[in-house]
């Protein structure tokens, strides 16, 4: 499996960065976590149509995670699509979720495509989506709103995406993940609803830890001074994620 950065920056985006999403590819569809500016761009850069898009994940309403979901609706419309899309909610999101999609004007354009919502319980443990090619579930986060971290499971292999959050409990408890995908809204100031680079290399056990891409970033705060100060051990295993790079699982 193939874990796609779409975008890897702060609410407020960045120069070089758009906001933070993240792009599932593998097996005979792929999985959008939550929707920055442009899918439409970035999907053609992939090589991908919007029609290999099987289903979406919102892990909380907030802007910056969201804000991509009528242009992606449009382009699928414009391709042509037919196959339902699948996006997940909390449940508390759900009815504004639906007016949100029926103020859009889908009817108007016609599209040919249903939007299926289907719901967790933010509040709760549980699987999403579980076929031959992976299993993906949620947990907790900690954060202003509902907030959901990612959990995917592939072939024995375990990537974890924090979502916007504090440091989590959660995620400190699992005692093994292969790739770790953590926001990191600050360097080393404390921020309420985030993490800082800092907090979170003292906070988790990176014996549990293989690897580290860090997300949610903000221009011009001092990561590489956070890390010149780690072992080299630690060191080695953290890197700041990029746009439209990727990671194998």
Not at 6 to 20: F, I, P, Y
Not at 129 to 153: W, Y
Not at 215 to 222: A, N, Y
Request: aromatic content about 8%; overall charge negative; hydrophobic content about 40%.
């Amino acid at each position: 499996m193939e874990i796609v950065f779409m975008g890897t920056a702060c609410a407020a985006a960045g120069r070089d960065r758009d906001n933070t999403s993240l792009l599932l590819r593998g097996g005979s569809s792929s999985t959008m976590i939550d929707i920055g500016g442009n899918p439409l761009g970035k999907l053609k850069k992939l090589g991908m149509g919007t029609g290999e898009v099987a289903r979406l994940v919102l892990t909380h309403r907030h802007i910056d995670h969201i804000y991509g979901l009528p242009s992606l609706l449009w382009g699928m419309w414009l391709d042509g699509r037919a196959k339902p899309l699948d996006i997940y909610c909390d449940h508390g999101d759900r009815k504004w979720l639906e007016d949100w999609i029926c103020k859009l004007g889908m009817t108007d354009w016609p599209a040919s495509f249903e939007t299926v919502i289907r719901t967790y319980a933010w509040e709760q443990p549980s699987v999403l989506i579980s076929d031959s090619d992976m299993v993906l579930s949620v947990f907790p986060g900690r954060h202003a709103v509902p907030t959901v971290g990612i959990k995917v499971e592939h072939h024995g292999r375990v990537a974890v995406y924090s979502s916007d959050t504090e440091l989590n409990p959660a995620i400190k408890a699992m005692n093994h993940i292969d790739l770790l995908i953590h926001e990191a809204t600050t360097a080393r100031v404390p921020l309420a609803s985030h993490s800082s680079l800092q907090e979170i290399i003292q906070y988790y056990d990176w014996t549990a830890i293989r690897r580290l891409a860090l997300v949610h970033l903000t221009d011009s705060e001092p990561y590489d001074e956070v890390f010149a100060e780690v072992t080299p051990y630690i060191r080695s295993r953290m890197k700041l994620a990029q746009d439209l790079e990727s990671e194998l699982l």
